[in-house]
């Protein structure tokens, strides 16, 4: 009380949001609709919805920014990164380091959550975590406190990190 406040200033962006279209297409002949054992239209839907959330995964991980693709996560300059030390088992360390990459930013909170792929999904359960412990790098969907999510549009040498509720 009394003493005078440092003054500083937020820095403020904009990012300029374009909206961008997905869509599927199938075609149901009226010969499947008649022969059809299961129910055929909530099917084709549910098939339809799945190749949908595939497509809007690749294009929030992957996706280019142009021809008509959101800017992926992967190509989004500015976003700290750690490279791993191992193509399809990464240690220890560099689990630790990611965290310790959000962190440094101030940025440890929300709903975190790792993603890789399939392969290095499978290594990690296959991997301890150390020598004595026997605790392993992915156990339940789980690694290092957080859940892991599991995304083959994630390509080779790459787990990410991050706020997965903040993903635009």
Not at 64 to 82: D, H, Y
Not at 110 to 126: D, P, R, V
Not at 142 to 150: D, F
Request: proline share 4%; hydrophobic share 40%; aromatic share 6%.
């Amino acid at each position: 009380e009394g003493e005078a406040v440092t003054e500083s200033d937020q820095t403020l962006g904009q990012i300029r949001m374009t909206p961008h279209t997905i869509g599927a297409r199938t075609t149901i002949s009226r010969r499947t609709l008649l022969q059809s054992a299961i129910a055929i239209e909530p099917f084709v839907r549910g098939d339809l919805g799945a190749l949908l959330a595939t497509a809007m995964d690749a294009a929030a991980i992957n996706g280019s920014g142009p021809a008509g693709q959101p800017l992926g996560v992967l190509n989004t300059s500015g976003i700290g990164s750690v490279t791993l030390n191992a193509a399809s088992t990464p240690p220890w360390g560099d689990i630790v380091d990611l965290e310790t990459a959000i962190a440094t930013d101030n940025a440890l909170m929300g709903n975190l959550a790792y993603i890789t792929n399939s392969t290095i999904a499978g290594n990690m359960k296959q991997t301890t975590k150390d020598s004595g412990s026997g605790l392993f790098l992915l156990d339940k969907d789980w690694t290092n406190g957080y859940k892991c999510g599991v995304s083959n549009n994630v390509p080779a040498k790459h787990i990410l990190f991050g706020n997965w509720s903040y993903l635009i």
